[in-house]
Nanobody, 123 residues
Framework: QVQLVESGGGSVQAGGSLRLSCVAS????????MGWFRQAPGKQRQGVAS???????KYDDSAKGRFTISKDNAQNTLYLQMNSLKPEDTAMYYC?????????????????WGQGTQVTVSS
């Protein structure tokens, strides 16, 4: 069992930055792959980025070049640094984890989820 708690969301002007955090607890074997997803109102949940046990990362095209996923293993914390934010980045952001190696940045590939943290980007 894995528990994930996100924080760091809020409201920001377009072009600004936010850093999301996700504190993980539970069996580390069950979170070999960790990622960030987002879901805007009326839209499907979308993968943003993932990172595996070796630090290898994967990004959705919408996030590539602007967002950076990282982790601090000692603190059991996952981060998502978001720069150059756009109004279309507005969404609920979810931290996710899975026992399997990272491969697909898709909802079905992750078995554990946090409660979400809201990010709102205004023009």
């Amino acid at each position: 069992q894995v528990q994930l708690v996100e924080s760091g969301g809020g409201s920001v002007q377009a072009g600004g930055s936010l850093r999301l955090s996700c504190v993980a607890s539970g069996n580390s074997y069950s979170r070999r792959c960790m990622g960030w997803f987002r879901q805007a109102p009326g839209k499907q949940r979308q993968g943003v980025a993932s990172i595996d046990s070796n630090g290898r990362t994967k990004y959705d095209d919408s996030a590539k070049g602007r967002f950076t996923i990282s982790k601090d293993n000692a603190q059991n914390t996952l981060y998502l640094q978001m720069n150059s934010l756009k109004p279309e980045d507005t969404a609920m952001y979810y931290c996710a984890a899975d026992r399997r190696v990272c491969w697909w940045l898709s909802r079905d590939a992750f078995g554990f989820w946090g409660q979400g943290t809201q990010v709102t980007v205004s023009s």
